[in-house]
């Protein structure tokens, strides 16, 4: 099975509903290029023997080694991430159809925690763990206001448009659970 994607690796603000200034906001300090950042290989295997893609991504230096810096506050707090963009539809990772670019990403962030089901670092506090990379299924629409041109897509009908693992922000962003695997140079999502 043959999976279309396109690598990026994303530096962005978080945009919810309601935080314009969020958008807005370029003093966010921008992480520095490092080879942690530099993407060699971008791979998605299908393993038809145990039902599961597995997306990767190879870099120059150490992959999930740089995190940003935290802000101190939600709006406009740095995120970085590896992104997968795919050619799915948001109905088929459980949004409500629509428009956009369904990605797969493993984000950090200091500043909050976007994963109340799962308790990423271990330590049984569930709220606390943003900077460790995990997962998301988003999806991205053109937006000008943001560096890079693409944000995630808002909603004002959490209930209606998103998954039940969704984490209740205004927007198409669900934290599925998904392992992020940081071994070396490559990052791996099992899924």
């Known amino acids: 099975m043959r999976v279309p994607y396109l690598p990026l690796i994303l530096i962005g603000l978080v ?18 290029a490092t080879d942690d950042l530099d993407l060699a290989a971008v791979r998605v295997r299908h393993l038809a023997d145990l ?45 409500a159809p629509g428009e956009g670019v369904v990605a797969l990403a493993a984000t950090s962030h200091p500043d909050f ?10 330590d049984r506090i569930y709220d606390n763990d943003g900077r460790v990379y995990h997962t998301h299924w988003v999806v991205l629409v053109p937006d000008e206001r943001v560096p890079g041109g693409l944000a ?6 959490i209930q209606e448009d998103l998954p039940p693992t969704a984490p ?24």
């Open 152 to 157: 995630v897509k808002e909603t004002k009908r």
């Open 15 to 32: 945009a919810c509903a309601g935080h314009e200034r969020a958008f807005a906001q370029p003093a966010v300090n921008p992480t520095a």
């Open 168 to 191: 209740g922000m205004p927007m198409y962003l669900d934290s599925p659970g998904y392992a992020v695997l940081l071994r070396g140079k490559v990052l791996r999502i099992p899924v």
């Open 51 to 95: 039902g599961v893609l597995v997306f990767e991504q190879e870099v120059a230096g150490t992959a999930g080694a740089t995190v940003p810096e935290a802000a101190g506050q939600l709006d406009g707090a740095p995120v970085l991430g590896y992104v997968f963009p795919t050619t799915l539809a948001p109905e088929d990772v459980g949004f």
């Open 113 to 122: 925690d976007d994963t109340p089901l799962w308790d990423e670092n271990g």
